[in-house]
Each structure stands twice: as C-alpha cells, then as structure tokens.
C-alpha cells in the first residue's frame, strides 16, 4: 500500500473517532493512538502550548519530555516558527533534545487555532533515520487542521 494510501485511510479513520468528540484530551489521545497503531512510529503525541511552554500531551510510546520551551529542540522549533519541520537525522539537529537515544529522525507538525495561532504540536518519532518526507508533512497537517486544542 503506498503511503498517500495509508494516509487517507488513516485521515478518514481520524474524522470518524473525532467527529462527535468535544473533548480535546480524547480526540488527541485517539489521534495519537491511530496514527501510532496504523503507521507503526516510534513516538506519537501531542505537545500543548500552555504559557511559555510546551507541555506533554497524550502520547503513544516510550516516556517522554514534559516540558519544552519556544524555540528549543524540534518541538520548539515548529512551534516558534509555525511551521512543519523535518528532521531526517534527529543528532545533526542543533539543539536537539534527546528524550529517547533510539530516535533518529523526527516530524513535527502545528496544530492552530481558528487565529492562526500555534496552539499545540504533533510530534512523531521513528527509530530509522529519514523516515519522514513532504507526503507525510501534507497528510499530517491535513489532521491537525482537525485537531483543536
């Protein structure tokens, strides 16, 4: 199955979970859940912006950082920017924060509010390097524009 495939089966399954959710913690909970279970990632969450800070969200995966600064590490990163940004080798990144050694490329996208302001982060690990491409950036960003935190 290609992966533009895999990503519509997957956004279809995300609108379903979600679309009768008010709850912001379930809907990313399941969100993290699905992407995690169908595309088999290292680490999925959510990260929320509260204050200064980004703070852990739900997640599928090993434990993680709790709290994450503007402009620190990946994270920080596209939340400073606003912008999706991909990471084929994690150790190259300068500032990376190494929650988990065994993670070596990463993807994170911006979750907004009806403002245009960042409110929160997708974050998606995998263990291989360069795993992450513009297909998976156009996909993920078309589920966090249904993602409101």
């Excluded at 969100?31 to 204050?51: D, K, M, P, S």
């Excluded at 852990?56 to 999706?84: D, H, M, Y």
């Amino acid at each position: 199955m290609s992966k533009s495939i895999a990503y519509e089966e997957l956004l279809n399954e995300v609108k379903s979970f979600i679309q009768d959710e008010n709850d912001k913690i379930a809907c990313m909970a399941n969100v993290a859940a699905l992407i995690h279970e169908r595309l088999g990632f290292w680490w999925t969450g959510f990260y929320r912006v509260i204050g200064e800070e980004l703070v852990l969200g739900p997640f599928q995966g090993p434990v993680a950082c709790t709290r994450i600064r503007k402009g620190r590490g990946v994270c920080g990163t596209s939340w400073n920017e606003a912008r999706t940004v991909i990471v084929p080798n994690v150790h190259e990144f300068p500032g990376h924060i190494a929650c988990s050694s065994l993670s070596n490329s990463e993807i994170v996208v911006p979750i907004f509010d009806e403002c245009g302001n960042v409110t929160g982060v997708l974050d998606i690990d995998s263990r291989d390097f360069d795993t992450f491409d513009e297909t998976d950036a156009e996909w993920l960003e078309k589920i966090c524009r249904l993602i409101r935190i």
